[in-house]
């Protein structure tokens, strides 16, 4: 049972574009969202979270919105950059169900010059 | 260190043996977490500690599986038996605070990639 989906395995974008990355969820009891990027052969670094309270958290080029309703969740990266490129993984988590992450299948991001 | 440390990084082991994966969180964090990360897929919660104490283990696969942090520092995850399933990258992860969306901002290590042949 995949709580946490990202259902598009790949995005191509050129640069300067934007790159919008999708998650969907199903556990209604998750709170808090974040988005972490990976580069090959190495750990997840962190790069954005949103809290349940919140429809919108903006870092720099990077923005998340949260659709409650819906379940859903986005990452925008505004302009695209070929250091972009990494596999993006979207995270769940729940404020009283503990301190584990669930994370969905990542996204792989290629930009292109 | 600068960051979490892991250790073997890679790891060949023949079905049957024990391994042991050793992971150093950067220091002062309270919380660590070690993740199993298959092929393809995302992370996958295995364990947590908060200091030396281990309050969630929901998430080892079977009683081969077995974590300490008997300081509250250094932890090791220990595998028994491996089956050639058990393949993946183990990853370990600490943080400075222990709860809530805070916690969820994870410094990860690079991860031990373990292969059972």
């Known amino acids: 049972d995949q709580q946490v989906k990202q259902n598009s395995p790949s995005l191509s974008v050129q640069e300067g574009r934007i790159s919008i990355l999708n998650c969907d969820y199903t556990n209604s009891m998750f709170d808090y969202f974040l988005w972490y990027k990976k580069y090959p052969a190495e750990g997840p670094t962190f790069l954005i979270s949103i809290s349940s309270i919140k429809d919108k958290n903006e870092d720099g080029r990077f923005t998340v919105f949260l659709n409650k309703s819906a379940k859903h969740l986005s990452l925008h990266i505004v302009p695209s950059q070929p250091g972009d490129s990494a596999v993006y993984f979207c995270?769940?988590?729940?404020?009283?169900?503990?301190?584990?992450?669930?994370f969905g299948t990542g996204t792989q991001l290629k930009v292109e010059l | 260190g600068a960051g979490v440390s892991q250790s073997p990084r890679y790891k060949v082991a023949k079905r049957g043996q024990d391994v042991a994966l050793r992971c150093d969180p950067i220091?002062?964090?309270?919380?660590l977490f070690w993740y199993q990360q298959a092929l393809g897929q995302g992370p996958e919660f295995l364990t947590y500690f908060q200091n030396e104490a281990q309050l969630d283990k929901s998430g080892l696969p079977s009683d081969r599986f077995f974590a300490e942090r008997p300081e509250g520092s250094v932890s090791t995850l220990k595998i028994q038996r491996t089956q050639q399933e058990d393949s993946a990258v183990y990853l370990c992860?600490?943080?400075?605070?222990?709860?809530?969306?805070?916690?969820?901002?994870?410094?990860f290590g690079e991860g031990s990639r373990l292969t059972v042949l």
């Open positions: 220091s002062g964090h309270v919380s």
């Open positions: 995270a769940a988590g729940s404020t009283g169900g503990g301190n584990k992450l669930t």
């Open positions: 992860a600490s943080s400075f605070h222990s709860g809530g969306l805070n916690t969820g901002e994870l410094f």
